[in-house]
């Protein structure tokens, strides 16, 4: 053994995970803690991406809900928000939406990666009503510690997100 400690994965800040998005899209990012749960199954649905260890052992997931991930994904890339916007009100998202959020979600997993914590990587991005597999499914609504906020994207609008720790 080489002695060093192992921490546990933390939770990031919600000053954490805002400050990731402001930096990513360039434009200000208002949160609001505590709005309740990313629920997936339900209509408009979420995007999921799922973190894993080295030994490809489930530790983290960011759960995203539609509107956040189309306006997010139009940030992003400078797509007009009125674009994000019918992707809200078809309740699809493009496949050029959820390219770009699930990079977003990619760099996302430094909000995991500290000094003495396993390293987390992206392992795959789940798109809004895709059936999630049973392994990652019953984490989602699962009692863990979590950070659950709605965030609002200056100039295209706002969703929640739910960011967890297993």
Same mark, same amino acid.
């Given at each position: /053994?080489? *002695?060093? +400690?192992?921490?546990? $994965?933390?939770? &990031? ?15 200000? @990012? ?6 309740? $749960? ?7 649905? %979420?995007?999921?991406?799922? #973190? ?8 983290? /997931?960011?759960?995203?809900?539609? &509107?956040? %991930?189309? #306006? %997010?994904? %139009? =940030?992003?890339?400078?797509? &007009? ?8 009100? !078809?309740?699809?998202? $493009?496949?050029?939406?959820?390219? !770009?959020?699930?990079?977003?979600? !990619? @760099?996302?997993?430094?909000?995991? !990666?500290?000094? *003495? =914590? &396993? ?7 789940? =798109?809004?009503?895709? $059936?999630?597999?049973?392994? +990652? ?5 699962? #009692? ?10 200056? *100039? #295209?609008?706002?969703?929640? +997100? ?5």
């Amino acid at each position: /053994m080489s *002695g060093q +400690v192992v921490r546990p $994965t933390p939770l &990031p800040a919600a000053l954490e995970v805002r400050e990731l998005l402001e930096g990513l899209l360039g434009r200000d @990012v208002e949160a609001v803690v505590g709005t309740g $749960t990313v629920d997936p199954h339900q209509d408009p649905g %979420a995007v999921v991406g799922v #973190y894993v260890d080295d030994m490809l052992k489930l530790k983290a /997931m960011i759960v995203m809900e539609m &509107p956040l %991930a189309a #306006y %997010a994904g %139009a =940030a992003i890339a400078l797509i &007009p928000a009125r674009t994000a916007q019918d992707a809200v009100d !078809n309740g699809l998202i $493009t496949p050029m939406l959820f390219d !770009n959020i699930a990079e977003i979600l !990619n @760099v996302a997993s430094s909000l995991f !990666n500290t000094d *003495g =914590a &396993p390293h987390l990587r992206l392992y795959e991005t789940y =798109a809004p009503r895709e $059936t999630l597999p049973a392994d +990652v499914d019953k984490w989602v609504l699962a #009692y863990v510690q979590r950070l659950d906020m709605e965030l609002d994207v200056s *100039g #295209y609008g706002p969703g929640r +997100v739910s960011v967890l720790v297993i």
